[in-house]
């Protein structure tokens, strides 16, 4: 008896179970890119890339834009331009325009958090100019510009040269007391979309640049190196510059900190580098041993050079994009450092970086 | 006083064809020389026996003294009721109404199916032999394989109208008695007319008739049967019928195949991994594809997006009619292949594969996604051994699917959590359904999910609780 | 063939029954109330937790694996034990209802924002009451199968170790946290479940392992919620892992294969098997109290009658947090029951044995 009413009770929740949240895959339109920027008025313009799926269209995708006053009110705003139901589960790139990433980004980072739909895998990227015009524009032979950057920022961030920064890298930097928060540059060439940089933060305030050239060495400095590509100058003997190709780079990081004796810290840095030489450029021959010794050691006091270098200007605008604060903090006591401002005394650490170079291999010719 | 013996006997003669009045098919002689008058089927008995052992004898004999001495032989049974007597020729026996006696002797020869391979559990490489309908050549080929005395045989007869035949066989050292005793108490407390199947009897005898799962597992190889009764576990037999049903039976069980000890370790193995990864997509893929594609597109790759996007693009229908008719498709096509005969059967897996699914695609009626997983779906379900378990699966995935329609994910879950909830409560025999994933018997596990090698399998199941538990002395 | 519970068997059942709701927000509790390296307060909250459960084994020895209501009985006047009876069906019965409906509040969030979350309750309801009236023996049959079929998703968490810092750490121990004997309540919450153990000894095996293998399924289950916590302060920052309120969601939406992504979507439906066995094994022990007090009803009806007020009471939280306050609120008393209980048997028990004495 009791089984057969708890049967019963099933079947009405059978039948009362159709329901209102049903999302069909066709009728949506998920959101693929969306684009902020900030608008004369101090509002925000919003810009959504959504892929079109019927086949029979020329159109890859539908642009849509809403100036609104908050991130998630520009949805109500585009249901409005759509016969599609708006959804944002499967965006996968944020576009920042430069100007709202130098007034900073937290504010709408944090409400993309708080949606369950949005996962913690949707990429953050800076652009050079209105993140809204470029994600507009047409980029041939890519027929959605949405697309063509999350894969370019893909294929960058593979090689290690140009980091990818997910929403949970941000907030995960954002949030450490010893690290400032990085984000990759892109900028509109035109007819090409191009990677032209990394922007480093302080708190969440863009404040610095790092130019794709030197995107190398901030890499090494900031942390492993599975698989990089790079090519280092190198200040020849003559004078002349050179340039060595490196592939299959790998690389470590090690830090040292110390207190020095009149209170402020010092950083040691160790960088240790292996990697195949594709190309060289200089005077030396890489067939002696003692050659490509020579030139370890002179790639090796390149990186440190540029490396100290980069860090100094770091260091003037007050971001510690390399997470040198973590290991300060680790070497303190938990009192030393809530009492310390360490943004405060960034600047005036003592840093030292120490660069050890190793070719694996030079190729298969001689 | 020859005269009164003489209507006696008469008497009893006539109540036996009184007894078969207006059954055409019995035949009666009589030998007047020797006063002998004989009664019985035709078709129930071997021509070759009847001749030899009866007409031959009897046309021979030219005094009634004779007769009495013939009939002193061993082979012709007396009898004194009537209805032991009709028992007898219904069961294929000649009765032989002397002077002052009656007697019985058994021909019995019906016209039978001779042993060919099994359609239904088909493998690759060992014996290919099955049962056939007549419970007698069946205990046949098994005494043929276990050759030991130990080999015991219960008789019971079964439907109070058809009198079955139901043989239970069990190993005397091996098997557990308490499991004999219950068996053969559910099966003489069956009360019905007629049953006509291994497969129906087994759906008198079970645990829970109403549960959709099979409790006890159906064969007809006798090689899957023997090992079945050394590993400690009972038969039982039904006469006109080739499926034999094993008992006590578990979940598992039911996904292994008698194969898989033909073949090396590693493949067979494999194999059975390979099955319940089958039990996994026939119950769960095309209610993931309707929970995906009905409520959360988040799971999808980007890769795979506007793939599955431009696949749904002309469907009309939500994804979960979508299922539901592609499925019920299937369903038809597979019930009407099993009808026809095999020829005509080839046709309708054409028709059927090619011409609808490619058909449906194009009016755009179902995504072709949907195919692939509809299909996937029937595929693994066949890959199951027991006819009976992936039918059972098949109907389950329905409900999985409308409850994944209904409520996603969460439906979906509820849907396995129901099966598994339901299994639990399941017992065969007694013993949990379960076994020996729950409660857990980690000993028995290499040979469920795995087959190792024969010399780790050194114990027989735990489920079979019998009284001689280890199989083979370990030689490593 | 009476069955009877084996040890490996006890310990899933323990585990599962300790595992809950709680594994989704524990990271953030610990982060939270305790601060840096929150993780370790998990040790001596197991310490406690074996504590506990050394008492109970206590009891079984000393009571010889007598029911514990028996030993009541035998020492309290039924009509005092009323009370008490009463008080526990209502500790665990609600404490059961609110677990189920905190999960189907958090599954709503997750996919269904618009349906009525009391339909998922129903359903939650269902699967228990099906289960329920099956007994015990199914549900440790459930408890091993679920086991089983959740078994493999720790193996997701080696999928975010890449991300894994052992910088993100921090070589503090246990800084900045606040109101810490409040959150040590809400954490020792986590671990509760062992004390249904309790109402198990008449259908467990007399084999010698049993009590270990409650320590086992203890063990057990904080060794993953070690783990947990671990992984969680080693992935996110301090501060980071503070805001998070469903930490355990979070790195499961992170991990992404090439077939499928956002796994929170799927995986959060099998947690449902963790949380109904807590749920089902709470009102299990509702109803075999229930049962001392109304020995004649039949099963069914009792089950019935106890899972449709659960469900009627449990339409007056409305939100999650007013769920979290009667989880917090019903986890104190459940921690009180959890240790007085114990303590109340074994003095009963050695003044029994007292009397024995005096009268042998």
């Known amino acids: 008896m009791?089984?057969?009413?708890?049967?019963?009770?099933?079947?009405?929740?059978?039948?009362?179970?159709?329901?209102?949240?049903?999302?069909?895959?066709?009728?949506?339109?998920?959101?693929?890119?969306?684009?902020?920027?900030?608008?004369?008025?101090?509002?925000?313009?919003?810009?959504?890339?959504?892929?079109?799926?019927?086949?029979?269209?020329?159109?890859?995708?539908?642009?849509?834009?809403?100036?609104?006053?908050?991130?998630?009110?520009?949805?109500?705003?585009?249901?409005?331009?759509?016969?599609?139901?708006v959804v944002s589960g499967q965006m996968r790139e944020l576009l920042f325009g430069m100007d709202l990433a130098e007034k900073g980004l937290w504010k709408y980072v944090e409400t993309q958090l708080r949606d369950p739909s949005v996962g913690f895998s949707v990429k953050l990227t800076i652009v050079d100019g209105k993140a809204g015009e470029?994600?507009?524009?047409?980029?041939?032979?890519?027929?959605?510009?949405?697309?063509?950057?999350?894969?370019?920022?893909?294929?960058?961030?593979?090689?290690?040269?140009?980091?990818?920064?997910?929403?949970?890298?941000?907030?995960?930097?954002?949030?450490?007391?010893?690290?400032?928060?990085?984000?990759?540059?892109?900028?509109?060439?035109?007819?090409?979309?191009?990677?032209s940089g990394i922007a480093l933060f302080a708190g969440d305030r863009m404040v610095m640049r790092v130019p794709v050239k030197e995107g190398l060495i901030f890499a090494l400095c900031r942390g492993k190196l599975k698989r990089g590509e790079a090519a280092l100058d190198l200040e020849g003997q003559s004078g002349k510059r050179e340039v060595a190709v490196f592939s299959s780079v790998t690389s470590k990081r090690k830090v040292k900190v110390h207190r020095l004796p009149d209170g402020r810290f010092k950083v040691d840095l160790y960088v240790s580098l292996q990697g195949s030489v594709l190309d060289y450029t200089g005077q030396r021959t890489l067939k002696e041993e003692a050659d490509r010794h020579e030139l370890e050691k002179e790639v090796a006091l390149s990186i440190e050079d540029k490396a100290e270098q980069l860090i100094r200007q770091m260091q003037q605008k007050k971001t510690?994009?390399?997470?040198?604060?973590?290991?300060?903090?680790?070497?303190?006591?938990?009192?030393?450092?809530?009492?310390?401002?360490?943004?405060?005394?960034?600047?005036?650490?003592?840093?030292?970086?120490?660069?050890?170079?190793?070719?694996?291999?030079?190729?298969?010719?001689? | 006083m020859p005269k009164q013996q003489d209507q006696q006997e008469r008497l009893s003669l006539r109540h036996i064809l009184q007894e078969f009045e207006e059954c055409a098919d019995l035949t009666q002689r009589e030998f007047p020389e020797i006063g002998a008058y004989i009664v019985y089927f035709s078709h129930s008995v071997d021509n070759l026996l009847l001749i030899n052992q009866v007409l031959d004898p009897l046309s021979s004999l030219k005094r009634k003294k004779d007769l009495e001495q013939l009939l002193c032989e061993s082979q012709f049974v007396p009898v004194t009721d009537s209805k032991t007597a009709v028992k007898g020729i219904l069961g294929g026996g000649v009765a032989i109404f002397a002077a002052d006696s009656v007697h019985l002797i058994d021909v019995f020869g019906p016209e039978a199916r001779s042993v060919t391979e099994s359609e239904t559990e088909s493998i690759i490489a060992g014996p290919h032999d099955a049962f056939v309908e007549s419970a007698t050549t069946n205990i046949s080929l098994i005494r043929r394989r276990i050759r030991s005395s130990h080999l015991k045989v219960i008789h019971c007869a079964v439907g109070e109208v058809s009198k079955t035949d139901v043989y239970i066989l069990y190993m005397k050292d091996i098997a557990n008695l308490d499991y004999v005793k219950d068996l053969e108490g559910r099966i003489r407390r069956i009360e019905t007319d007629a049953i006509n199947d291994g497969g129906?009897?087994?759906?008198?005898?079970?645990?829970?008739?109403?549960?959709?799962?099979?409790?006890?597992?159906?064969?007809?190889?006798?090689?899957?049967?023997?090992?079945?009764?050394?590993?400690?576990?009972?038969?039982?037999?039904?006469?006109?019928?080739?499926?034999?049903?094993?008992?006590?039976?578990?979940?598992?069980?039911?996904?292994?195949?008698?194969?898989?000890y033909y073949e090396?370790?590693?493949?067979?193995?494999?194999?059975?991994?390979?099955?319940?990864?089958?039990?996994?997509?026939?119950?769960?893929?095309?209610?993931?594809?309707?929970?995906?594609?009905?409520?959360?597109?988040?799971?999808?790759?980007?890769?795979?997006?506007?793939?599955?996007?431009?696949?749904?693009?002309?469907?009309?229908?939500?994804?979960?009619?979508?299922?539901?008719?592609?499925?019920?498709?299937?369903?038809?096509?597979?019930?009407?292949?099993?009808?026809?005969?095999?020829?005509?059967?080839?046709?309708?897996?054409?028709?059927?594969?090619?011409?609808?699914?490619?058909?449906?695609?194009?009016?755009?009626?179902?995504?072709?996604?949907?195919?692939?997983?509809?299909a996937s779906s029937a595929i693994a379900s066949f890959v199951i051994p027991s006819y009976l378990m992936s039918a059972s699966l098949r109907v389950i995935r329905f409900g999985v699917i409308i409850l994944a329609g209904v409520w996603g994910n969460m439906g979906l879950v509820f849907g396995i959590a129901v099966i598994v909830i339901h299994l639990c409560g399941l017992?065969?025999?007694?013993?949990?359904?379960?076994?020996?994933?729950?409660?857990?018997?980690?000993?028995?596990?290499?040979?469920?999910?795995?087959?190792?090698?024969?010399?780790?399998?050194?114990?027989?199941?735990?489920?079979?609780?019998?009284s001689n538990p280890i199989r083979q002395k370990n030689r490593k | 063939m009476t069955e009877k519970i084996r040890p490996f068997n006890l310990a899933v059942l323990v585990y599962m029954s300790q595992v809950g709701i709680v594994v989704f927000t524990l990271p953030r509790t610990l982060a939270d109330y305790f601060g840096t390296n929150g993780w370790l307060f998990l040790i001596?909250?197991?310490?406690?937790?074996?504590?506990?459960?050394?008492?109970?084994?206590?009891?079984?020895?000393?009571?010889?694996?007598?029911?514990?209501?028996?030993?009541?009985?035998?020492?309290?006047?039924?009509?005092?034990?009323?009370?008490?009876?009463?008080?526990?069906?209502?500790?665990?019965?609600?404490?059961?209802?609110?677990?189920?409906?905190?999960?189907?509040?958090?599954?709503?969030?997750?996919?269904?924002?618009?349906?009525?979350?009391?339909?998922?309750?129903?359903?939650?309801?269902?699967?228990?009451?099906?289960?329920?009236?099956?007994?015990?023996?199914?549900?440790s049959r459930a408890a091993t199968m679920f086991f089983w079929i959740t078994l493999w998703m720790y193996l997701l968490l080696l999928w975010v170790l890449p991300d894994f810092n052992w910088v993100r750490l921090t070589p503090f121990i246990l800084q900045g946290g606040h109101d810490q004997i409040k959150g040590g309540l809400e954490v020792y919450g986590?671990?509760?479940?062992?004390?249904?153990?309790?109402?198990?000894?008449?259908?467990?095996?007399?084999?010698?392992?049993?009590?270990?293998?409650?320590?086992?399924?203890?063990?057990?289950?904080?060794?993953?919620?070690i783990n947990l916590g671990l992984i969680s302060f080693g992935i996110f920052s301090q501060d980071q892992l503070k805001q998070l309120l469903y930490p355990l969601l979070d790195i499961l939406a992170y991990i992404q294969f090439p077939f499928v992504e956002r796994l929170e979507n799927l995986l959060y439906g099998f947690f449902l098997f963790l949380v109904l066995i807590t749920a089902v094994m709470y009102w299990w022990g509702a109803l075999e109290t229930a049962r001392r007090i109304l020995p004649r009803l039949k099963q069914q009806v009792l089950t019935f009658m106890l899972l449709g007020i659960t469900y009627s009471i449990s339409f007056i939280p409305k939100t999650i947090d007013e769920v979290n306050t009667w989880i917090g609120f019903l986890g104190n008393v459940t921690i009180g029951i959890a240790f007085g209980l114990p303590l109340l048997l074994i003095t009963l028990l050695l003044i029994q044995k007292k009397g024995e004495k005096r009268d042998g």
């Not at chain 2, 799962?213 to 899957?224: A, I, K, M, S, Y």
């Not at chain 2, 039990?279 to 999808?300: D, G, K, N, P, R």
């Open chain 2, 427 to 466: 017992s065969s025999l007694g013993s949990s359904y379960l076994i020996p994933v729950a409660p857990m018997r980690s000993r028995d596990w290499k040979d469920v999910f795995i087959r190792a090698p024969f010399f780790a399998l050194v114990t027989r199941p735990t489920q079979n609780q019998t």
């Open chain 1, 134 to 195: 470029l994600l507009a524009a047409e980029h041939k032979p890519h027929a959605d510009t949405g697309r063509y950057i999350t894969h370019l920022l893909e294929k960058e961030a593979s090689g290690n040269n140009i980091p990818a920064t997910t929403l949970y890298e941000f907030s995960r930097d954002y949030n450490d007391d010893g690290i400032d928060v990085i984000a990759p540059i892109v900028s509109d060439g035109s007819d090409k979309v191009r990677v």
């Open chain 1, 320 to 366: 510690d994009a390399l997470g040198l604060g973590q290991y300060v903090r680790n070497s303190l006591s938990y009192k030393a450092w809530e009492d310390m401002d360490w943004r405060e005394m960034y600047p005036e650490v003592e840093v030292k970086c120490h660069a050890k170079v190793k070719i694996k291999d030079y190729g298969k010719y001689m």
């Open chain 2, 264 to 374: 090396r370790w590693v493949l067979g193995t494999a194999l059975r991994l390979v099955r319940y990864v089958a039990l996994l997509i026939t119950l769960m893929l095309t209610a993931l594809y309707v929970a995906v594609t009905s409520f959360h597109y988040e799971m999808i790759p980007e890769s795979m997006l506007l793939t599955l996007a431009e696949s749904r693009n002309r469907v009309p229908f939500p994804p979960v009619y979508e299922a539901l008719m592609m499925e019920f498709t299937i369903e038809l096509l597979r019930e009407a292949g099993a009808r026809l005969p095999t020829k005509v059967g080839q046709t309708i897996g054409i028709v059927g594969g090619i011409v609808i699914g490619q058909a449906a695609v194009q009016a755009g009626l179902t995504s072709n996604i949907l195919i692939i997983s509809v």
């Open chain 3, 44 to 139: 001596p909250c197991f310490l406690l937790v074996s504590f506990n459960i050394y008492l109970i084994s206590c009891v079984y020895r000393l009571g010889k694996g007598r029911s514990v209501f028996d030993i009541l009985e035998q020492s309290v006047p039924k009509l005092l034990l009323y009370p008490l009876y009463a008080a526990l069906i209502t500790v665990w019965m609600l404490f059961g209802c609110v677990i189920g409906k905190k999960y189907v509040l958090l599954f709503q969030m997750l996919a269904f924002p618009t349906t009525n979350p009391m339909v998922f309750k129903l359903m939650f309801d269902l699967l228990a009451f099906m289960l329920i009236i099956k007994g015990i023996y199914a549900i």
């Open chain 3, 190 to 225: 986590a671990f509760l479940g062992y004390e249904m153990s309790l109402l198990l000894f008449p259908y467990i095996s007399k084999a010698k392992g049993s009590m270990a293998a409650i320590q086992a399924g203890n063990a057990y289950l904080s060794f993953s919620y």
């Open chain 1, 2 to 85: 009791v089984k057969r009413i708890a049967a019963m009770l099933a079947l009405v929740l059978l039948l009362t179970g159709c329901s209102t949240d049903q999302r069909i895959l066709d009728r949506l339109g998920m959101v693929q890119t969306a684009a902020f920027d900030s608008t004369e008025g101090g509002k925000l313009l919003v810009t959504a890339s959504i892929p079109v799926i019927d086949p029979n269209t020329e159109e890859h995708r539908e642009i849509l834009q809403a100036e609104t006053d908050s991130v998630k009110e520009a949805r109500l705003v585009f249901s409005r331009q759509t016969d599609l139901r």
């Open chain 2, 200 to 260: 129906m009897l087994s759906q008198y005898i079970e645990d829970k008739p109403t549960s959709v799962f099979p409790q006890f597992l159906t064969t007809e190889r006798p090689d899957v049967s023997s090992s079945k009764l050394v590993s400690g576990k009972i038969l039982v037999l039904i006469d006109n019928s080739p499926t034999v049903i094993s008992a006590p039976a578990s979940f598992f069980e039911f996904f292994s195949s008698s194969d898989d």
